[in-house]
């Protein structure tokens, strides 16, 4: 069995930071693709920022300049660094890992989320 246990979330200020971190846990001998989503109340789930196992990455275009996207593989932890943060990027913000397991078998994981809160 794999978790991922997103943290740190919370209200934060429009121009402030937050540092998301996912870590993932259990029968674990890789992590491929990793991405952080977030879905906003009313709004279909969105892809915000991407990381391969080798370290490309890619982000949505409303966040590109603001958030970036890092991995530790050896802790199997991803982070995302979000600055200058701004009302519209409110949302609860979800982890979604494709993980080689001890089974031999890829599967897809999705943590429980975290919320962002971008307001004055």
């Known amino acids: 069995q794999v978790r991922l246990v997103e943290s740190g979330g919370g209200l934060v200020q429009p121009g402030g930071s937050l540092r998301l971190s996912c870590a993932a846990s259990?029968?674990?001998?890789?992590?491929?693709?990793v991405g952080w989503y977030r879905q906003a109340p009313g709004k279909q789930r969105e892809l915000v920022a991407g990381i391969t196992i080798g370290g490309s990455t890619n982000y949505a275009d409303s966040v590109k300049g603001r958030f970036t996207i890092s991995r530790d593989n050896a802790k199997n932890t991803v982070a995302l660094q979000m600055n200058s943060l701004k009302p519209e990027d409110t949302a609860v913000y979800y982890c979604?890992?494709?993980?080689?397991?001890?089974?031999?078998?890829?599967?897809?994981?999705w943590g429980q989320g975290t919320q962002v809160t971008v307001s004055s």
């Open positions: 979604n890992a494709e993980v080689y397991t001890a089974s031999f078998r890829y599967y897809n994981y």
């Open positions: 259990g029968s674990i001998l890789s992590i491929n693709d």
